[in-house]
């Protein structure tokens, strides 16, 4: 009765560790090599108890306590490779709770409903540009790997660039837009709105630097809105910011163009004419689009002596209300044109 005892308990241990061996816990602290190295401690607890009572059997219960050994050693060993197994599947999945695993989790639609928000917001006052960042801001760990995702932060650092009126924080605002506007280009070239937000941010840094790197920026700005033109030509703002990119240049100063000669084999060149070309085409595709272009229009065709076509064009910017900043600083110039018109 006692060497059958004595046999019974050594043929639990087995048992015992396989169950130490499992990594199926539920809890986020177990881990596959917590898991083997608890194994390891088993069995050598296992071993240990085994050898102390064989002292006190016969031979003939050897042969039995030896194939209770090669049984315990292949319970370690599956042991073993299980928790590799299940380490090496651990190590390859993202760690449950960060952006990554959040991204991973999410379908299409998530993404496309979180893009959808932001042109919401993009689309909205003051306050709504304001939390359209910050919701891109917050989602960019998640986010930050599609080319969709980045070139609508880039928008939202160039509408933060518009709102603020401190010189330190529009630079700011440009610059890490433009970052976000190359990272949203490498993922892919064939981005219209990438290659569009990249000129817009490329202008507003312009607006902080020394003559030269304006006119980098100003070759890097046609550079890249014509790219965008060629991907959508039925996008107006794209041929807005095309023309208004022609008026200014056509509007350098003498010194500039110097620059840009001495600086550049082909200096920057655009005209009056091909300015209005651009500003029509908006009006074209979206009329009243903007307000800040009605009145470009009206100040080409003043400029190209034809005043009754300017004065049509100023009477139709007037009847749009401001949207932007830009269709606000444009009151002073409707002011002159009624006076130098006549109206």
């Known amino acids: 009765m006692e060497e059958h005892q004595r046999v019974a308990r050594r043929r639990r241990l087995p048992f015992a560790r396989e169950r130490s061996d499992s990594t199926g816990s539920s809890s986020i602290y177990f881990t596959a090599s917590s898991g083997a190295a608890l194994t390891d401690a088993e069995s050598e607890g296992g071993y240990t108890t085994a050898n102390a009572e064989s002292d006190y059997e016969h031979d003939s219960d050897k042969e039995s306590e030896d194939e209770e050994d090669e049984a315990s050693c292949e319970t370690v060993k599956m042991g073993r490779k299980e928790s590799l197994d299940l380490e090496t599947e651990a190590a390859s999945k993202p760690v449950s709770g960060s952006p990554e695993a959040e991204a991973a989790a999410s379908g299409p639609e998530e993404v496309r409903l979180?893009?959808?928000?932001?042109?919401?917001?993009?689309?909205?006052?003051?306050q709504s540009k304001?939390?359209?960042?910050?919701?891109?801001?917050?989602?960019?760990l998640a986010y930050g790997s599609h080319q969709d995702f980045l070139w609508r932060l880039a928008r939202a650092y160039s509408d933060m660039c518009e709102l603020t009126d401190e010189v330190s924080e529009k630079k700011s605002y440009a610059l890490g837009g433009k970052e976000e506007a190359e990272a949203a280009l490498e993922k892919g070239d064939e981005s219209a709105e990438s290659h569009q937000w990249f000129a817009v941010l490329c202008g507003q840094l312009a607006e902080h630097e020394g003559i030269q790197r304006r006119i980098q920026s100003g070759f890097s700005f046609k550079e890249h809105i014509d790219k965008a033109i060629a991907l959508q030509p039925e996008n107006p703002r794209a041929h807005f910011l095309l023309g208004r990119w022609c008026y200014q240049v056509s509007h350098l100063s003498w010194l500039e163009k110097k620059t840009a000669t001495a600086l550049f084999e082909s200096p920057l060149s655009a005209s009056v004419q091909d300015a209005l070309q651009s500003f029509l085409k908006a009006e074209e595709l979206r009329p009243g689009f903007s307000k800040a272009g009605r009145v470009y229009i009206s100040k080409c065709y003043r400029e190209l002596g034809k005043n009754s076509e300017a004065r049509r064009w100023m009477k139709l910017a007037l009847e749009l209300p401001d949207v932007t900043k830009e269709d606000s600083?444009?009151?002073?110039?409707?002011?002159?044109?009624?006076?130098i018109l006549g109206e």
């Open 114 to 126: 979180l893009l959808q928000q932001a042109d919401e917001l993009h689309q909205g006052s003051t």
């Open 329 to 339: 600083a444009f009151q002073k110039d409707l002011e002159e044109l009624a006076v």
């Open 130 to 140: 304001r939390d359209g960042f910050q919701l891109l801001l917050n989602n960019k």
